[in-house]
């Protein structure tokens, strides 16, 4: 996730200063775009396709990094269960169920799942 959103900041670093896009008689071309939030048609500016040129140098630094370097494998941690309280038994907890089919749960009823 972390290369993917380099990739996106670098792709929009590079695309900034592209400039509008003219017709063959030289005026700035635009688009109709609908706004849903004013409820209005509105110009927006069509601008000059991106330039990718710089992918291929990024693939390549890419990739001589990948054969000269490797990192150690980073340890997972279990993280376990997020409640700042520990569960209480299953059929306890079934006991206190109550549903607006039923007043209260029959244990002959249940299966668990453990």
């Known amino acids: 996730m972390n290369c993917r959103t380099t990739i996106a900041v670098i792709d929009h670093n590079m695309g ?7 017709d063959k008689d ?3 071309m635009y688009k109709k ?11 927006k500016a069509v601008y000059n396709p991106k330039n990718y040129l710089w992918m291929p140098m990024l693939m390549k630094m890419c990739v001589v990094q990948k054969e000269a370097t490797t990192l150690p494998p980073v340890p997972v941690k279990d993280r376990g ?9 299953t059929r306890e907890m079934i ?11 029959d244990d002959s009823l249940c299966t668990l799942k453990y």
Request: hydrophobic fraction near 35%; charged fraction near 20%; avoid cysteine.
């Open 95 to 105: 006991s206190k169920l109550i549903s607006r089919f039923r007043k209260a749960y």
């Open 81 to 89: 269960n997020i409640a700042p309280v520990p569960a209480p038994p």
């Open 33 to 43: 775009v609908y706004s849903k939030v004013s409820s209005q048609w509105i110009p």
């Open 16 to 22: 900034l200063n592209r400039g509008h896009k003219l």
């Open 26 to 28: 030289g005026k700035l």
